[in-house]
Structure formats: structure tokens, C-alpha cells
């Protein structure tokens, strides 16, 4: 059974970055399309970005377009999510996703098997 572990999430300034992890255990990660989403107090999920199994397709919200970069190493096992000029508006928890298809609605993914607990992104002065 796939798992997935967030970290790298934290408190950073308005402009700065954090770089958050994506883990995978229990399945090869190189089989699933994974997705970055996100929730903020009070909000509904949104989806942030995704990239395909092999890599060779990203996509991402409008509002990250630009300041955020998906990327994956299969043979780590791993996805990360580069997060640059962060704004008060990214603030919330980040979860990973991953699924076998590649499923997308509004150009983003979605219908996700397998989810990560989680990890908050604060970003304040």
C-alpha cells in the first residue's frame, strides 16, 4: 500500500521559499501521477500543482504559475514542490497525492487514490 509522507513545510517571511518533500513508501512511486494540494483555514482544498509519472507533463494553478516548480526523482522515490516569492496567501497545509491515472479537471489533478497527513506552510512577516 503507497504512503506518503509530506515534510519541509514551516514559517517563512513574505518573498521567501521552502522547498517541500513529497515520500513514498510501500509501491514504486514511478507508477503514480502525483499532486500537490493545499487548504487554507477556512477554505476548501484547492489543487496546486502535478506532474505525470515520468515527469515530462507539469501543471500548475494560476495562482503559483511561475513562482512554484514540481519536480520528481523516481529512483528516490520522492516528488518535491520549490516554492519561491511565497505570499501571505500560499499560508495553509500542503498534502501529496499520487494515482494511477492521470485524471485532470479545471487542468489540474484530481480523483486521487492516495493521500499524505499533511504538512503547514505559515508565511508572515
Known amino acids: 500500500q503507497l504512503q506518503l509522507v509530506e515534510s519541509g513545510g514551516g514559517l517563512v517571511q513574505p518573498g521567501g521559499s521552502l522547498r517541500l518533500s513529497c515520500a513514498a513508501s510501500g509501491a514504486t512511486l514511478s507508477n503514480y501521477a502525483i499532486g500537490w494540494f493545499r487548504q487554507a483555514p477556512g477554505k476548501e482544498r484547492e489543487g496546486v500543482s502535478c506532474i505525470t509519472s515520468s515527469g515530462r507533463i507539469t501543471n500548475y494553478a494560476d495562482s503559483v504559475k511561475g513562482r512554484f516548480t514540481i519536480s520528481r526523482d523516481n529512483a528516490k522515490n520522492t516528488v518535491w514542490l520549490q516554492m519561491n516569492s511565497l505570499k501571505p496567501e500560499d499560508t495553509a497545509v500542503y498534502y501529496c497525492?499520487?494515482?494511477?491515472?492521470?485524471?485532470?479537471?479545471?487542468?489540474?489533478?484530481?480523483?486521487?487514490?492516495?493521500w499524505g497527513k499533511g504538512t503547514l506552510v505559515t508565511v508572515s512577516s
Open positions: 497525492a499520487a494515482d494511477f491515472k492521470w485524471r485532470l479537471v479545471h487542468g489540474l489533478c484530481a480523483d486521487m487514490d492516495h
